[in-house]
């Protein structure tokens, strides 16, 4: 059975750092694509950073230069590291996995955790 599980999400002032962790059960973190998305209210699920099996990384222009997508293949781990947060950076985050042709669809993916919440204040 595959399981995410997203933790490490909390509230931090702007210009503050978070990382958030997602442990993998069920399956390799290191044999399919896995991402990031996060979901404002009232706003889509939105992809934010991806991952490939050979350690590849994408970034959407809304967070490329503050926030990195790593794996430790060893723990089964993916973690975003966030910096230099935003208020508007405010949302659940969620990871997810699968083998996805466009990688920030989230239709494409067939695995997700349950959420963090971020909370990013002024």
């Known amino acids: 059975q595959v399981q995410l599980v997203e933790s490490g999400g909390g509230s931090v002032q702007a210009g503050g750092a978070l990382r958030v962790s997602c442990a993998a059960s069920g399956y390799a973190v290191s044999s399919v694509y896995m991402g990031w998305f996060r979901q404002a209210p009232g706003k889509e699920r939105e992809g934010i950073a991806s991952i490939d099996r050979f350690g590849t990384t994408l970034y959407a222009d809304s967070v490329k230069g503050r926030f990195t997508i790593s794996k430790d293949n060893a723990k089964n781990t993916l973690y975003l590291e966030m910096n230099s947060l935003k208020p508007e950076d405010t949302a659940m985050y969620y990871c997810?996995?699968?083998?996805?042709?466009?990688?920030?669809?989230?239709?494409?993916?067939?695995?997700w955790g349950q959420g963090t919440q971020v909370t990013v204040s002024s």
């Open positions: 997810a996995a699968g083998r996805p042709i466009r990688v920030f669809q989230a239709s494409q993916y067939n695995y």
